[in-house]
């Protein structure tokens, strides 16, 4: 989901509009006309009405104004060209080699409703009902990891696990980060993909599962079925990825990955960009989830179209 300027924002309340608590706007609602009850952040620009309960993000509002324009819009597409890349297939062929098998948790798994952890790291208590997350001490080598399932369609497809504790130096090498489910197929996976539905236009590509809960959380995307975030398993976007959003019938993708993906986002905009509208953002020196509400902010008032990105030095601020 992109935003808008501030000055656009503004222009939306010409009337009336007035500063509020905590760089709120404060107006009319335009749902249900009760005077000075609507306010919509100008940083985050999620809104809510406090007479008729109304709320969402920028993009459900300018939908609701007819003023869909403001965010940009996307060139069409000729989806034909998908057999002249990559060629035409037995009946069933592609189907199925998309599909993932079914795995089990590690023993012993358990579910979380908090961990102290993940508090950490921005996630809130909806986030926990919304992804299975949990633990186990019935397996040693998962002792002190946070442990996320994978699921799609008919169940688990396998689990990434997270240190949760610092790594001192000197065990950088024997600890590792991440210990995922070696038997999962993660180049057939994208985190999140059940949410995709026949609303569902456009999708945001991040690539880690703790920064799609993160923008998940700060774009209130539970609250917009046209949009929805999905993690890919590192800097990597296969070819079957690419085939299970365009069976979804996805239209836009908006590719958001680390800095030290630059080199990875340019070689991969471009292959999504024979398929779908593609722009492109970026974080600098840090993760999604490391970013402070202003930089998550900055990074959707910069996006790129992909030639754009892919013409111009990227130059580390």
Same mark, same amino acid.
């Given at each position: 989901?992109?935003?808008?300027?501030?000055?656009?924002?503004?222009?939306?309340?010409?009337?009336?509009?007035?500063?509020?608590?905590?760089?709120?706007i404060i107006s009319d609602?335009?749902?249900?006309?009760?005077?000075?009850?609507?306010?919509?952040?100008?940083?985050?620009?999620?809104?809510?009405?406090?007479?008729?309960?109304?709320?969402?993000?920028?993009?459900?509002?300018?939908?609701?104004?007819?003023?869909?324009?403001?965010?940009?819009?996307?060139?069409?597409?000729?989806?034909?060209?998908?057999?002249?890349?990559?060629?035409?297939?037995?009946?069933?062929?592609?189907?199925?080699?998309?599909?993932?098998?079914?795995?089990?948790?590690?023993?012993?798994?358990?579910?979380?409703?908090?961990?102290?952890?993940? +508090?950490?790291?921005? !996630?809130?208590?909806?986030? @926990?009902?919304d992804n299975v997350i =949990?633990? #186990?001490?019935? /397996?040693?080598?998962?002792?002190?990891?946070?442990?996320?399932?994978?699921?799609?369609?008919?169940?688990?497809?396998?689990?990434?696990?997270?240190?949760?504790?610092?790594?001192?130096?000197?065990?950088?090498?024997?600890?590792?980060?991440?210990?995922?489910?070696?038997?999962?197929?993660?180049?057939?996976?994208?985190?999140?993909?059940?949410?995709?539905?026949?609303?569902?236009?456009?999708?945001?590509?991040?690539?880690?599962?703790?920064?799609?809960?993160?923008?998940?959380?700060?774009?209130?995307?539970?609250?917009?079925?046209?949009?929805?975030?999905?993690?890919?398993?590192?800097?990597?976007?296969?070819?079957?990825?690419?085939?299970?959003?365009?069976?979804?019938?996805?239209?836009?993708?908006?590719?958001?990955?680390?800095?030290?993906?630059?080199?990875?986002? +340019?070689?991969?905009? !471009?292959?999504?960009?024979? @398929?779908f509208n593609v722009k492109? =953002?970026? #974080?600098?020196? /840090?993760?999604?989830?490391?970013?402070?509400?202003?930089?998550?902010?900055?990074?959707?008032?910069?996006?790129?179209?992909?030639?754009?990105?892919?013409?111009?030095?990227?130059?580390?601020?």
């Amino acid at each position: 989901m992109e935003t808008i300027s501030k000055e656009d924002l503004e222009s939306l309340f010409p009337n009336g509009f007035r500063n509020g608590p905590k760089g709120h706007i404060i107006s009319d609602c335009p749902f249900c006309g009760k005077n000075h009850h609507f306010y919509i952040n100008r940083y985050s620009q999620l809104w809510d009405c406090k007479s008729c309960g109304s709320d969402g993000n920028i993009f459900k509002l300018l939908i609701h104004l007819g003023k869909r324009h403001m965010i940009g819009e996307f060139k069409s597409i000729d989806r034909s060209r998908i057999k002249t890349i990559f060629g035409e297939e037995e009946d069933g062929e592609e189907e199925e080699s998309s599909v993932s098998a079914v795995r089990k948790l590690p023993i012993g798994f358990k579910r979380q409703s908090e961990n102290d952890y993940l +508090k950490t790291r921005k !996630l809130i208590p909806q986030n @926990f009902k919304d992804n299975v997350i =949990g633990i #186990t001490n019935l /397996k040693p080598s998962l002792k002190d990891y946070v442990i996320f399932s994978v699921n799609e369609s008919d169940g688990c497809k396998g689990y990434v696990a997270r240190y949760t504790k610092p790594i001192p130096k000197e065990k950088s090498k024997t600890i590792a980060r991440y210990r995922n489910d070696k038997g999962a197929n993660f180049s057939k996976l994208l985190y999140g993909f059940d949410k995709v539905n026949q609303s569902t236009t456009t999708v945001i590509l991040v690539e880690g599962i703790i920064d799609k809960i993160t923008l998940d959380n700060f774009l209130r995307l539970d609250l917009c079925n046209d949009i929805v975030c999905l993690a890919t398993f590192g800097k990597k976007i296969s070819t079957t990825q690419v085939l299970k959003i365009l069976r979804a019938g996805i239209e836009n993708v908006i590719l958001v990955f680390d800095y030290d993906a630059i080199k990875q986002m +340019k070689k991969f905009s !471009l292959e999504l960009d024979k @398929f779908f509208n593609v722009k492109v =953002g970026y #974080t600098f020196n /840090k993760d999604i989830n490391e970013s402070s509400n202003e930089e998550i902010v900055q990074i959707f008032e910069n996006l790129k179209n992909t030639r754009d990105f892919n013409r111009k030095t990227v130059i580390k601020l």
